[in-house]
């Protein structure tokens, strides 16, 4: 049964910690994307890779979140020092390949609360 | 400004009252559209591609129709377990973002018996 695997599921820390998000997206997936979701905003891009280069990270604040994936099997994503407004879910998901249309299936998601 | 919208944003039903969730997109030059359902704490999970105008697809008590600006979800006697937030997404052909997904904010449907 293929699927992405995100851990943690749930995560509350202190604002100021470090928070990382690991992902495991669908063996042979070429295109990783991070998303979070709020009530407010909806599902808003953070970033995406494509055999592991990052494409598109404009999402993301850059003095404080970072992405990278260190091989084809985990995508991580970092928040350093980490404030009370991302608190939000996290959603990580994986395409066969993005350039060719086809769907992105996702991951159940970490729920992180900074307090 | 929002390129990818959703309406209504929520709609209540009863057993066996079917309906359509629209999603309409402003930008030309489109790739794909993507519907998906999202069940609370739990990720989107794929529904459906449509690719050109005209184009259809089916499951269940669920139909996708595109159209050159907009797509419909059918929703023909719904029963509760269909309740959940559908989302709907876009793919846009522009060079350097090709493959991102631009997320409209969902419906939120709640079929009662």
């Known amino acids: 049964d293929a699927r992405v695997t995100q851990t943690p599921r749930d995560k509350v820390t202190e604002m100021g910690q470090e928070v990382t998000m690991r992902c495991q997206p669908i063996?042979?997936?070429?295109?990783v994307f991070w998303y979070r979701q709020t009530m407010m905003q909806g599902l808003e891009l953070l970033a995406y890779?494509?055999?592991?280069?990052?494409?598109?990270d404009s999402g993301m604040p850059k003095d404080r979140f970072s992405a990278e994936m260190p091989d084809a099997t985990l995508a991580t994503l970092k928040i350093q020092p980490s404030e009370p407004r991302d608190s939000a879910v996290y959603f990580c998901?994986?395409?066969?390949?993005?350039?060719?249309?086809?769907?992105?299936?996702f991951g159940q998601g970490t729920r992180l609360t900074v307090v | 400004e929002d390129q990818v919208t959703q309406s209504p944003e929520a709609l209540r039903l009863q057993e066996g009252e079917s309906s359509s969730l629209n999603c309409s997109y402003t930008?030309?030059?489109?790739?794909?559209l993507f519907w998906y359902r999202q069940d609370p704490g739990k990720g989107p999970e794929f529904l459906f591609t449509?690719?050109?105008a005209g184009e259809e697809k089916e499951k269940e008590r669920l139909k996708a129709t595109l159209t050159k600006k907009e797509s419909f979800l059918h929703i023909t006697a719904p029963k509760p377990e269909d309740s959940a937030t559908y989302l709907c997404?876009?793919?846009?052909?522009?060079?350097?973002?090709?493959?991102?997904?631009?997320f409209g904010r969902g419906t939120q449907l709640t079929v009662w018996p």
């Open positions: 998901a994986s395409a066969a390949d993005g350039a060719l249309n086809t769907e992105a299936f």
């Open positions: 063996l042979g997936h070429n295109t």
């Open positions: 890779f494509r055999n592991r280069a990052p494409l598109d």
């Open positions: 930008v030309s030059g489109l790739r794909g």
């Open positions: 449509l690719y050109s």
């Open positions: 997404a876009v793919q846009f052909d522009r060079g350097s973002t090709l493959g991102r997904l631009y």
